[in-house]
């Protein structure tokens, strides 16, 4: 849930199929993601791997994040960035020995390939699409573990962005199953990656272990609630990494790669005009994506996200955006509401 973007805030098509929005009842689902555990389809999710004697290299100086020391069995998240340092996507990089693994949403793939494609030039470098090979599902919640225990997935400690080869027993069988531990955000999320021929089977037992099938409108209200930006919604091709608030996708001491240049002067000079954040929506309704925020009369920033979270006894509106940082601590608008800043989570 990437998303990191926390991988999980899907979009409702994907090259592989239609995602279900919900599963009709989104208030129940979005509760299991906070205080259950939600399973979700990710095979929407593009996957690339990259290959050759170069690929460690190579890819160390497209990302913004650390590839070069990554450790067998573990990924990073990362920008990819043209060389004015403006975010053309973003993706994790995970290390799995013989070759790296980048994993993006599916409506960045042919971006991502592109851009990979025109940076490999006389590197002994290769990438192939193998998300037609590897499908995955998603659990979010506090129970995740637990649920992945009683449907008989052995569960073994690991770091966020640490994943390993795990057996699963089943009906009198026994198979090998990738579990990955995703997000840092949710706390308690997980991935797991197996053959497209298995992910059904793979999925029934788990909503039969206690996980609730969520569909995309769910974790977009998850998305928003963490302060995740999604790229194509919140992060922009003309947004500066520093901006987005995604610390965890750079790395200041790895060396040169695209766009570092920067990045490196945006933080010796200190800091951005303006900063992703949350924000508490009190009266006049939802702002629209997209709406500017004003303050004393003035624009001083803009809406990317608003949602209606659906929590018990309470439904409560809450928006991300960027805000210029002297606008911090004014009275805040996005057309008849006011906001106001808010520490994360939103729920």
């Not at 095979?43 to 067998?72: E, F, H």
């Not at 990979?116 to 192939?128: K, N, Q």
């Not at 990955?180 to 039969?208: C, D, H, Y």
């Amino acid at each position: 849930m990437t998303t990191t973007t926390l991988p999980g805030a899907a979009p409702s098509e994907h090259p592989r199929g239609i995602a279900a929005s919900d599963y009709g009842d989104v208030r129940a689902e979005f509760q299991a993601l906070l205080s259950g555990c939600g399973v979700y389809d990710l095979s929407w999710r593009a996957k690339l791997a990259v290959t050759g004697g170069d690929r460690v290299r190579w890819m160390n100086g497209m990302v913004s994040n650390n590839v070069r020391d990554l450790a067998v069995g573990h990924g990073v998240y990362a920008f990819l960035l043209n060389a004015q340092g403006r975010i053309q996507a973003d993706l994790y990089v995970f290390q799995r020995g013989e070759s790296l693994l980048a994993d993006t949403e599916g409506a960045q793939r042919e971006k991502v390939l592109q851009i990979f494609d025109r940076y490999i030039i006389a590197d002994d470098v290769e990438i192939a699409d193998v998300g037609d090979k590897v499908a995955a599902l998603g659990l979010t919640g506090p129970q995740a573990r637990e649920v992945l225990e009683r449907a008989s997935v052995a569960v073994p400690e690991l770091a966020h962005l640490q994943f390993a080869e795990v057996a699963w027993e089943y009906a009198g069988r026994q198979t090998t199953l990738t579990l990955l531990r995703s997000g840092e955000e949710a706390r308690e999320s997980w991935q797991v990656w197996t053959s497209p021929e298995q992910i059904s089977t793979l999925r029934g037992w788990l909503i039969t272990a206690g996980a609730r099938p969520v569909g995309t409108t769910a974790l977009n209200l998850f998305r928003v609630s963490r302060g995740i930006p999604q790229f194509g919604v919140d992060i922009r091709d003309r947004d500066l990494p520093q901006e987005t608030g995604q610390a965890r996708a750079l790395n200041f001491t790895k060396g040169c790669y695209l766009g570092q240049e920067i990045v490196e002067r945006i933080r010796s000079r200190g800091a951005v005009h303006r900063q992703f954040m949350a924000f508490a929506v009190e009266g006049g309704g939802l702002p629209e994506t997209g709406a500017r925020i004003i303050a004393e009369e003035k624009e001083v920033g803009e809406i990317t996200s608003a949602a209606i979270l659906p929590l018990p006894g309470e439904d409560r509106p809450v928006a991300l955006g960027y805000l210029r940082r002297e606008a911090i601590g004014k009275e805040l608008r996005a057309g008849a509401a006011k906001l106001k800043p808010a520490s994360l989570p939103l729920a």
